[in-house]
């Protein structure tokens, strides 16, 4: 059971990225799935989550909220967050991670995630 998050990269304010993350021995399907963001001296983020396919909600933080869209492909077992207009601030280290309840319980602090994948950094210039 395992979570590979990737799209990461060096842009510029105002630019563009979508991560994916990629679940591997498990149907991503059946969990919420949440991105969170830890920048250097800072405490993890949770940013966003996407419920089960039995909730379909999704969850943003004011912070990306009209910036980010969180969405998933079941065929592709994948979720991603796009991530638009991005500013300096949303610099750090991303991560994916499972919700073991399907409806994002937590997820601003990353209580009730159980698997969480390795980290993605986005750095965006000014």
């Known amino acids: 059971v395992q979570l590979q998050a990737s799209g990461g990269g060096l842009v510029q304010a105002g630019g563009s990225l979508t991560l994916s993350c990629v679940g591997s021995?498990?149907?991503?399907?059946?969990?919420?799935i949440g991105w969170f963001r830890q920048a250097p001296g800072k405490e993890r983020e949770g940013i966003s989550c996407i419920g089960s396919d039995f909730e379909a909600s999704t969850y943003y933080a004011d912070s990306v909220k009209g910036r980010f869209t969180i969405s998933r492909d079941n065929a592709k077992n994948t979720a991603y967050l796009q991530m638009n207009n991005l500013k300096p601030e949303d610099t750090a280290v991303y991560y994916c991670?499972?919700?073991?309840?399907?409806?994002?319980?937590?997820?601003?602090?990353?209580?009730?995630?159980?698997?969480w994948g390795q980290g993605t950094q986005v750095t965006v210039s000014s």
């Open positions: 991670a499972t919700e073991i309840f399907g409806k994002c319980i937590g997820y601003e602090s990353g209580s009730n995630f159980k698997t």
């Open positions: 021995g498990f149907s991503l399907g059946y969990w919420g």
